[in-house]
């Protein structure tokens, strides 16, 4: 492996690492927030008790999602100096964005739901905990501005003079169609995550929990996260028809890619499992579903999707083109070859599919199980709550190892190969040793996340204490 190689590999293990924790914080914080107000127009302990014993939890993610999302900031800096100077312009801005406004905001509100407990009013208390889960959309979608202007460059001008791309449009980097569907498809399937987190800990604690009188709590727990589970997957399906269409039109190759598509068809099938040659040229063996790509594609039935040996012929042309308009030097924008790794797309857009209607599956089972005070007994829904709140999480990271991969050989799609990105100071073996030391160090945080995580299951919800105002030298009445 050369220095490019090992890039890529570092910043892909540290961004679905990262990756692990952003969706769960996402949507615990909307299920803690619905808790706590939950508990302030009903005054029913319970919901206090929840709020508090999944805030900690969120607590715990957040943490560990804070440390890990640092690195990646720095990564532009040591690895990818050629990206970030050439359209760190336009990338950056959104990302400032996200630092100075979004995480300032949900990390001092954090503070203050944590610390505020009998010290601030009840209603501005709540507020706290909504300000923070407003603060990670806002994260989001700022993040996501900035990786959808990768996947759809828009808002910017080539400065031959300075040889680098320039903002020239900020609200088309906002607004721009890839990020106008892909922030509800990743905010929904958040919420997927989130709410089959709280499923998955709360069906546990219903089955395997030794106080009776807490079974009751921990049912509603786990049919709030169950609801929320089954919801959002409902918008995530809807939002994610819209992203494929959208996908199909800039980004042609990814689509095919994802069908190993090799030729182009109309109508076009879905595949449910293909193998392909061994040089990627041709498909050998599939089972599929007829005129589904085509629906899935273009929106309609009997739609033409373009196949990848076509449009490996295409695309040369058609980015010389459109980069008539951009002005960008040819050197940034020929590739040895437009053709990402096949088998990479294609089943991690399966398992993304895949894990997704899982968790779906599991959070209906449960909604059943538990209906009218009922507890499940099979040993079955004991494997749905240690297993179901893993498939959004994975379905989420094969998600985005989906989009990246499928973007090559681009950095930002016909404006700017991987190669020329990467830092001319980046030797193999400085590279190397990163990339070790990352790793060894995120396997040490996974460690202390599980553990947190299955140490503070396990203590369960505290008992009710009604907050009260605390005067100046009491003690916090609730501290993690």
């Not at 590999?9 to 615990?28: E, R």
């Not at 943490?63 to 800096?77: C, D, K, N, R, S």
């Amino acid at each position: 492996m050369d220095a490019l190689d090992l890039a890529r590999w570092q910043f892909a293990i540290t961004t679905v690492y990262h990756f692990f924790f952003v969706p769960i914080t996402i949507g615990m914080s909307a299920v803690v927030a619905g808790f706590h107000t939950a508990w302030l127009r009903t005054r029913n302990p319970e919901w206090l008790r929840l709020a508090k014993f999944f805030g900690k939890l969120f607590t715990i993610n957040f943490a560990l999602g804070l440390v890990t999302g640092i690195v990646q900031e720095f990564q532009f800096g040591m690895n990818w100096s050629a990206y970030s100077r050439f359209v760190g312009d336009i990338f950056g801005a959104p990302l400032a964005f996200e630092a100075l406004l979004a995480f300032f905001l949900e990390s001092t509100f954090l503070g203050l739901w944590i610390f505020g407990w009998g010290r601030i009013p009840e209603k501005l208390h709540v507020m706290c905990i909504w300000l923070v889960h407003i603060g990670t959309v806002l994260s989001a979608y700022f993040i996501l501005a900035a990786n959808s202007f990768m996947q759809n460059p828009v808002g910017f001008k080539y400065n031959e003079s300075k040889n680098r791309a320039e903002l020239t449009d900020f609200v088309a980097v906002l607004t721009n169609k890839v990020q106008l569907v892909t922030f509800p498809h990743v905010v929904s399937a958040a919420y997927m995550t989130g709410g089959a987190m709280v499923m998955g800990v709360g069906l546990w604690k219903l089955m395997k929990g030794r106080a009776e009188v807490d079974r009751g709590m921990y049912r509603k727990s786990a049919r709030v996260g169950a609801w929320v589970t089954l919801v959002a997957s409902v918008a995530m399906l809807i939002s994610g028809d819209i992203q494929g269409k959208i996908m199909t039109d800039v980004q042609p190759m990814k689509m095919a890619a994802a069908e190993a598509l090799y030729d182009t068809e109309q109508p076009a099938s879905f595949s449910v499992f293909t193998i392909g040659s061994l040089d990627g040229s041709k498909e050998e063996f599939a089972v599929t579903v007829p005129k589904v790509l085509s629906f899935l594609a273009t929106g309609d039935m009997n739609g033409e999707v373009a196949g990848i040996n076509d449009l490996r012929r295409e695309l040369p042309a058609a980015i010389a083109e459109k980069n008539k308009e951009y002005g960008v030097p040819e050197h940034y924008i020929s590739p040895s070859s437009y053709v990402p790794n096949i088998p990479g797309s294609y089943w991690s857009f399966r398992f993304m599919i895949g894990l997704g209607m899982a968790a779906m599956a599991g959070a209906a089972l449960v909604l059943w199980k538990t209906r009218k005070g009922g507890t499940p007994t099979s040993k079955l829904f004991i494997w749905i709550a240690v297993l179901t709140p893993f498939a959004p999480v994975f379905a989420n990271s094969f998600g985005w190892i989906f989009t990246e991969i499928g973007r090559q050989p681009w950095l930002v799609y016909g404006v700017m190969t991987t190669e020329t990105g990467l830092s001319t100071a980046a030797s193999t073996a400085d590279v190397a040793i990163s990339l070790i030391v990352y790793t060894l160090l995120y396997a040490v945080l996974a460690v202390i996340e599980v553990k947190l995580f299955l140490d503070y299951i396990k203590k369960g919800a505290e008992p009710f204490e009604e907050p009260k105002m605390l005067e100046d030298d009491d003690q916090l009445a609730f501290a993690y």
